[in-house]
């Protein structure tokens, strides 16, 4: 706000109001020109602009967003002075759609400008408007019918527009995304994080791991901020990664029923993002348990210790085991770390306590043995999906019932009695398939699976090309349960690894 000036004998006191729906260049340029001009159609009456209030980058049309400076206004208006006291008795704008678009907005700046007599408003258009008087007030209220009706007119455009893209297979709007150029060709570098971050995610590693270490590169978004685990997240679940549409959470779809393929080059393939959709949406189906036969969700969080979380305590309590997690914690004067059970009054038993880094490379090299065994016998090539032809039927069927309701071959009653149930049957089918395939790409990678790099790059630091803890940790609950520390003898020191019960899952 710029300074006002001091109200002077006979002026009257008011209030200037500027809004602008989208300030691309960032700079207010709008609602201060607006703020200039309605400073001169106050001096025209005589009147003085003691405060201005700003809604930048806000839209006066959808009714979620909500107009911080017009709700404060309107508090001010209600009570004819502002937070100090200075009394406050019209309001300037520079045009009536610059102040409300919705006739709800308009009746509650009505009422609340006219709570006492006395109040002036002016446009710079029209210039000063009586609203006391029920033919202006009813005016403005029309006016603003017509302006919701363009909003929505525009809005529907612009969804037919967007959808006729998406149809057509052209990219959104907007800014560039990451992985991609300006001109929408592929930017090479940004694209191999991305197809790398999906290949690692669907390997086991943590979001929080891959973000980390692009933090610790420098790697920013395409809007120049620093990534996040929900910016990973949104960039990965975005189906332009491999090549597809999304408008409003719907996959654009042609007429046969298949994702539209986009005019742009794809990062990753369409079997990876359907693993990855399904990943995330399992992660919302499935809250991390605690017990050994519900493990915690292999993207849990990044722990600081191997086996955090893995360990259960084998000391008997009334002839039942203990069964708590243990705990790890670093040892003073030490290098290595140690796990525990934490004390009764923590919920554990307090009774077992082993030395960290021995039982790690124990476990590690045991969940090793049995990778180099089984060699990930998983099939690189899962099939087809037996039930393509009859989503290619139910499809089909769905799109004859819409045109023979189209073109009034079929009633009203008719129509819907039978398109909800083909529509569940086609989503249900399409349900199958994605998880299909989501199945398919993670057999992929795990008939991939190089078991002699994995060994070689376990014990390595994660600085010098080694495995990032999220991803031994997945290899570790891929195959086992949990592992069962029982107590030592009293005193002794030995590490012994037959205290040590690996519960193994079977394959």
């Known amino acids: 706000m710029q300074n006002v000036p001091a109200l002077t004998s006979g002026s009257l006191p008011v209030v200037s109001y500027a809004r602008a729906s989208a300030d691309k260049r960032k700079d207010e340029h709008s609602v201060e020109d607006q703020h200039r001009f309605n400073r001169q159609t106050a001096a025209r009456y005589d009147w003085v602009v003691v405060h201005e209030f700003t809604d930048n980058d806000k839209s006066a049309a959808k009714a979620d967003v909500v107009r911080d400076e017009f709700e404060i206004m309107l508090k001010v208006l209600r009570a004819g002075r502002l937070a100090d006291g200075t009394p406050v008795q019209g309001v300037v704008v520079t045009a009536d759609d610059r102040l409300v678009r919705r006739p709800g907005d308009y009746e509650r700046f009505v009422e609340a400008i006219t709570y006492r007599d006395g109040r002036v408003y002016a446009d710079k258009k029209t210039g000063q408007k009586d609203l006391y008087s029920e033919d202006v007030e009813s005016m403005g209220l029309f006016g603003a019918v017509i302006s919701k009706m363009e909003v929505r007119k525009m809005q529907r455009r612009m969804r037919d527009s967007h959808r006729s893209r998406a149809l057509r297979g052209k990219p959104g709007g907007g800014p560039r995304p990451f992985g991609w150029n300006a001109d929408g060709t592929l930017n090479k570098a940004e694209a191999d994080l991305l197809r790398k971050a999906a290949e690692d995610l669907l390997s086991g590693r943590s979001q ?266 997945t290899y570790i609950r891929r195959a086992l349960h949990a592992v069962i520390v029982y107590p030592a003898v009293r005193g002794s020191k030995r590490f012994d690894p037959d205290l040590l019960e690996p519960i193994w899952r079977e394959e």
């Open 208 to 473: 929080n791991s891959i973000v980390s270490e692009w933090q610790r590169k420098g790697v920013e978004t395409s809007r120049g901020n620093v990534w996040t685990v929900n910016s990973l997240k949104a960039a990965l679940r975005a189906p332009r990664i491999c090549g597809y549409r999304e408008i409003n959470g719907e996959l654009i779809r042609g007429a046969d029923g298949e994702p539209v393929v986009g005019q742009w080059e794809a990062i990753i393939k369409p079997s990876q993002w359907a693993a990855i959709r399904e990943l995330y949406d399992g992660r919302k189906r499935n809250a991390p348990g605690r017990s050994i036969d519900r493990p915690h969700s292999e993207d849990y969080r990044d722990p600081t210790y191997l086996l955090s979380g893995i360990l259960r305590c084998g000391r008997a309590n009334d002839g039942l085991p203990c069964n708590t997690a243990l705990r790890a914690k670093p040892q003073r004067d030490a290098t290595y770390h140690a796990y525990g059970c934490p004390s009764k009054s923590e919920g554990g038993c307090g009774g077992v306590h082993r030395r960290g880094d021995l039982v790690d490379l124990f476990i590690s090299e045991a969940v090793l043995a049995k990778l180099e065994e089984a060699q990930f016998t998983a099939r690189a090539d899962a099939g087809e999906w037996d039930k393509q032809s009859e989503l290619d039927a139910t499809t089909e069927q769905l799109e004859e019932l819409k045109q023979k309701w189209i073109s009034k071959q079929v009633t009203n009653d008719m129509f819907f009695a039978l398109a909800p149930r083909l529509e569940r049957e086609v989503n249900r089918l399409r349900g199958e398939k994605a998880k299909f395939e989501a199945a398919a790409a993670r057999e992929q990678i795990k008939a991939s699976t190089d078991v002699a790099e994995i060994r070689r790059r376990w014990f390595l630091p994660e600085s010098e090309g080694g495995l990032p803890i999220s991803i031994k940790r």
